[in-house]
């Protein structure tokens, strides 16, 4: 009788042991998803040249769709100074942005100038945060 009592007990911690091992070699089935979209602000400084004017912009509200870990490409506004006519005046632009890196390539839309005519720069700019 004791050796039926002893089987039986390791038949059944057997049993429960497999199952314990079953459950816990079990995977994750929820995989992390990542994301591709980012908004945020631009710590960032840049210098644009275009239509005469030169500009001199800092990092403002942006989303960007993130290709790879250092390519992103989007769009985004930049407090500026322009410098036009001799004349330094802030404007807000609104530009695209191409980043590789900490590297940025924007051309800065800031509107019309006194002579309705589209003031459009380009310029490279570089992130710092």
Do not use: C, H
């Given at each position: 009788?004791?050796?039926?009592?002893?089987?039986?007990?390791?038949?059944?911690?057997?049993?429960?042991?497999?199952?314990?091992?079953?459950?816990?070699?079990?995977?994750?089935?929820?995989?992390?998803?990542?994301?591709?979209?980012?908004?945020?602000?631009?710590?960032?400084?840049?210098?644009?040249?275009?239509?005469?004017?030169?500009?001199?912009?800092?990092?403002?509200?942006?989303?960007?769709?993130?290709?790879?870990?250092?390519?992103?490409?989007?769009?985004?506004?930049?407090?500026?100074?322009?410098?036009?006519?001799?004349?330094?005046?802030?404007?807000?632009?609104?530009?695209?942005?191409?980043?590789?890196?900490?590297?940025?390539f924007i051309t800065p839309y800031y509107g019309y100038d006194?002579?309705?005519?589209?003031?459009?720069?380009?310029?490279?700019?570089?992130?710092?945060?």
């Amino acid at each position: 009788m004791d050796t039926f009592k002893i089987t039986l007990a390791a038949i059944v911690l057997s049993v429960v042991s497999s199952f314990a091992q079953e459950t816990t070699q079990q995977p994750d089935a929820a995989p992390k998803k990542v994301k591709n979209v980012e908004a945020g602000f631009d710590g960032m400084l840049a210098m644009s040249y275009g239509s005469s004017t030169f500009g001199i912009n800092v990092g403002g509200p942006s989303l960007k769709y993130k290709f790879t870990k250092k390519f992103k490409v989007g769009v985004g506004a930049f407090p500026s100074l322009i410098i036009a006519d001799d004349k330094a005046v802030p404007r807000l632009a609104v530009s695209p942005i191409i980043e590789y890196n900490n590297w940025m390539f924007i051309t800065p839309y800031y509107g019309y100038d006194n002579k309705d005519k589209q003031i459009w720069t380009f310029g490279l700019g570089y992130k710092f945060i």
